[in-house]
């Protein structure tokens, strides 16, 4: 083969590999485009109430129509169980109308308290009342997770000393949710940025407690926002720790806002969801990194993107 041939070769792989790059990286507003109208994504995305308010209004069960409309077919609402008797009952009709998961409300947090560490009557008390109420929000909504935050570490007492309280309270929690379905889902949150003083920071750390705990009541919940900051290797984590996750939730880094917006690769990220045949929900647990209508339409051409 000649320079000239050799040449010509090397030009013609080239522009054909910059086509096949074309391809694959289409822009989200052609992808947008192709979607059907209420087309369902590739995996169950929950969004939370205020995401799309300003497209939506105010009425939570417009915003809830919305959701579907747009093709998200899962639900996250970390207030859930400060509302109203009537809203929970009304909206665990409406899910089943329109065919939407519950994903994740927030059963028990502890911000700036000891609380599963411990092991004082009082405290234990308190958290297994938490969980009570949790298993009967969770029953009128046809929920089958709840996040457990285990609270701040005590400064005063060896950390083993503490985790043997984590996994006690835990196994006690469990027997309130086993017979019921409902799994707590323990979220690692990072204190670099966050939360600092929390017991609970990393997916290894929370494997060596459901496993010790033992019960299909008691799994993960890895955010992947936090765990980029405290470990990243959020692939190999996943698979690692995979028998004891039990829901995923997302937000880039830096700013928690929508995928695309950092350093997260999430388009990998969730094709390995798919290929591991992951069927649970996302949560999408990120504010906008755009307000108004124009920050909810790029939320949805974020997910459209990232989804392929």
């Keep these: ?16 590999g910059c086509l096949a790059a074309l391809a694959v990286a289409a822009p989200a507003t052609e992808l947008l485009a192709q979607r059907k109208p209420g087309g369902r994504f590739g995996l169950d995305y ?36 400060t509302r109203d008797l009537a809203v929970q009952e009304r909206l665990g009709r409406e899910l089943s109308r329109l065919g939407i998961r519950m994903g994740v409300f927030v059963a028990h947090t502890a911000w700036g308290e000891i609380s599963f560490a411990s ?22 909504v046809d929920a089958k997770w709840c996040t457990v935050v ?15 309280n984590v996994v006690d309270n ?26 600092p003083g929390v017991f609970l920071t990393g997916v290894p750390q929370a494997y060596q ?8 009541s008691c799994k993960i919940l890895d955010d992947l926002y936090h765990q980029q900051i405290t470990e990243g290797n959020l692939i190999p984590n996943l698979d690692r720790a995979w028998g004891e996750i039990a829901y995923i939730q997302v937000g880039d880094n830096p700013g928690r806002n929508e995928p695309t917006t950092g350093e997260i ?44």
Aim: contains cysteine; charged residues 25%.
């Design 1 to 16: 083969m000649t320079g000239a041939d050799t040449n010509s070769a090397v030009h013609r792989r080239t522009f054909l």
């Design 46 to 81: 929950a969004p939370h109430f205020g995401m799309f308010q300003h497209s939506a209004g105010e009425d939570l069960f417009d915003q809830l129509q919305f959701m579907h409309d747009e093709g998200f077919r899962a639900l996250e609402d970390n207030n859930l169980p």
């Design 119 to 140: 092991d004082a009557p009082e405290v234990r008390n308190r958290i297994l009342g938490d969980i009570r109420t949790a298993v009967e929000v969770a029953q009128r």
């Design 150 to 164: 285990p609270g701040e570490y005590d400064r005063n007492l060896a950390w083993d000393y503490q985790t043997a």
């Design 170 to 195: 835990l196994k006690r929690a469990a027997e309130i949710c086993e017979p019921v379905g409902v799994t707590m889902v323990l979220e690692p949150l990072n204190q670099l940025t966050d939360h």
């Design 209 to 216: 407690i459901c496993k010790a705990v033992g019960s299909p």
């Design 265 to 308: 690769h999430y388009r990998n990220i969730f094709r390995h969801l798919k290929r591991k045949g992951y069927q649970g929900v996302v949560g999408m647990e990120h504010g906008n990194s755009i307000e108004g209508r124009e920050g909810e339409r790029r939320v949805i051409r974020a997910y459209v993107e990232v989804d392929q």
